[in-house]
């Protein structure tokens, strides 16, 4: 056993109380978004702003340092926790506080600056503030002189060990792929069955909830509120909190719940002996997303998943299910369309919006991409992979948040977790052939139990790699889910899909 | 202007972040009541812990010890900041780390035995535990050797000042003055008409938080939900959060609110200037008290406050209240009878329940009560102030938390708030000479107005007795509640309440 007053006892203690301090933030932000009385904002930004500088502050300091150098690993735990903490410590000695500071600052103006812009939908508002931000964070990646390339050391915040290129590579194959498979569809069926209204809130929330009882999920263990921009929030292993919202137009509350419950069962399946640990959460943000993603769409849009679904939505619809059939609602959600916005995109162009904005990224980055051209820029593409003219900066490079905050290298884990999904979704179906059919039963455990097994339960044990390989027998690779993508167009153009 | 990298500035910002830590920890003791899923309970106790650990470190060191010395105040509020600062330093100094841990761990200990032994009301299951935070309570009090008495250490941490001589003083008058009130009251009138139920909880709803937002309580800064042992949390300025429970058999959910609301209120009128700063929340338990007291009886059981809000209640229920008067309610929520439980004694037996407590504290710590002979001395001053015989431990010496939980010196702040209310009363009284037909007209504006600026702006920067003297314009007194009760009984027994 490891001595109790030990350095590696002494370094657990210390990791411990960050990891507490990093859930509590965790619940300082849920509880803004779904609890908290408007007036709090300003005095909740401070909270949050000491709670994380403090988090920093603990774990960047030279005693953290000395107990790391003096730490001898007893056990495999104790060599996975040792050479995630170097990593992370490493990289958060290297950022000096006062950027860190900056880059928050700004990250926050832009944000505001980002809203009054968006709703003028004029980029010149927004310019000065993204230029101010890539310029920070180009500050940030000189932090990192040893990166072969500048977007390497953007990527690695949330992708740790993947490098540009290889997903410069995966996310070109991805994307030649899907401009092929959905030019060569054929016209989009009808999806007015689930997107013409009104769907009243309450019965929505009583299909959800069925639902999230049928996947797992519990009282004792979980929450689920109503938030604007709906995410998953976990406070502990035994306190997962998933948010949705409600638009009475359509029923994509139900995909949204799937989506974030996807997020909190992999928090939730995590070995709790690597809990308040820097081992106790998700790896990366693409294997975080493809959990979600695979619960979305690869769960919530299977003809097995509405098999048992149907009669719930006619219980709650009446009126509008009921002289219809699970075919029919099955071929509606799985509707392709190209459209203008990323976070109301069908299940397979959204990658090629996600695409878009990685190779945007990059060339701001590593390219000679001038910030002045970008809504151009932003055209352009639209045009060659989704088909569809800008007609606004609203409707185009001002739709999404994350550049206003300062986020960049995040936009490509949405595609690669896609990947991962494909990936894994080949593999379960191999493993567990009749998955259909126990979904169709309403028996989603034995998808739950695989996921648990060969991927939640190792937080960050394994690198995002390493989970990748030994869960699916290979690299990361867009085959499988563009050979999922091609199956379900052939299917819904033979008139197979439902 | 204070230099802003002087040592006053430093310490400013150390005591913000302090000031941080503890408003989170609010929100994550309000969570864990209201929100959390029940099992997070065992990590939520871990991040709680290294919450309180954190905010004891940061203050109690070194550094802080330097700045204070190294700091020189430029204005009065410079003063008031030092001045209390220094007292709170003094104090967090001087129990070791080790003493404070373990209270803690005997106070989550002592509460489970008590669980345990209220259940079997069983005081011998619960000795040993009380037996053990006693002890542990005598080493605090070792860390004050200057206190001319043991209880004065306990006191001073509820009532910054204030000497137990003192306490005894007024509660002896307050309960002397209270049982011969009691026994010359003629028989109680009948309250069945607000205890016998049904009050369906969502008409009960439907009232509180009309009256709420009749006494000034809007959605932009304050929440209210339901806990089982009800109170308020102020996380921040803007963020003031009530809590309430409601049972079907009786309307208590309405004075329970009133209570929370007067906590409330006092926070959230403090002074913006002394946000994030020790200055920054009321100023003593029994202060406090004594706003929650004021609004729950003062205000919620004057006949004024009846008159507006009689049709309320007559819309929310009917049926019960169709055929009757708002005289008729006035008189059933104020009737008063001994009973042997605190937490529902009526307004003024209340008081004798609390004295009982203060008494039994001061002779298990100065007099030669042993813990064993704790259930005995119970009944016998039961008997003595209430009339009333104690049929077990359940009903007698388990019905409260607070000794579980190893807490001494706070029941008699909920004495001394009352007394304090009466004083108020009686100033503001004389101040507003139509309150009551204030109240009747709906308007509880004039009364909060006259709190904020004599009692609750102030936020620590006077002492408790200070605040008292100059709002009511004398030392603490028992005389005016006494009198308040006289008048009320008086009028009961004269067929002139209502």
Known sequence: MTAPNGPLADLRRRLAEISDLERMAMLLAWDQEVMMPAAGAEWRAQQRATLERLAHERFADDH???????????????????????????????????????????????????????ESSDFALFEPHLRRNIELRRRYIACFPEAERPYDALLDDYEPGMRTAQAEDVLERLRDGLVALVEAAGPAADDALVTGGPFPTEAQRRVVETVLRQVGVDDARWRLDVAVHPFAATVSPGDVRLTTRYAEDDLDSLFCTLHEFGHGLYEANIDTALARSPLGTGVSSAVHESQSRLWENMVGRSPGFWRWCFPQLQSAFPERFGGRTWQDVHRAVNVVRPTLIRVSADEVTYGLHVVLRFELELALFEGDLDVADLPAAWAERTRAYLGLEVPDDAHGVLQDVHWAEGLFGYFPTYALGTII??????????????????????????????????????????????????????????????????????????GLIA
Chains 1, 2 share one sequence.
């Open 64 to 118: 953290v340092g000395a107990l790391l150098e003096a730490s001898v690993a007893e056990t495999p735990l104790d060599e996975d926790l040792l050479r995630v903490t170097r990593r992370d410590y490493d990289k958060a000695r290297r950022v000096p506080g006062d950027l860190v500071e900056e880059l928050a600052h700004a990250g926050a103006t832009g944000h505001e600056a980002w809203t009054r812009a968006r």
């Open 421 to 494: 999904s494909g990936q894994l979704w080949a593999r379960i179906g191999a493993e567990i052939p009749d998955l259909d059919e126990r979904f169709a039963q309403g028996e989603f455990g034995p998808l739950a139990d695989w996921l648990a097994e060969h991927v939640h339960r190792y937080g960050r044990r394994l690198t995002p790699n390493e989970i990748v390989e030994r869960a699916t027998g290979g690299p990361l690779d867009p085959g499988p889910y563009l050979e999922y993508v091609r199956a379900k167009l052939a299917a819904a153009s033979a």
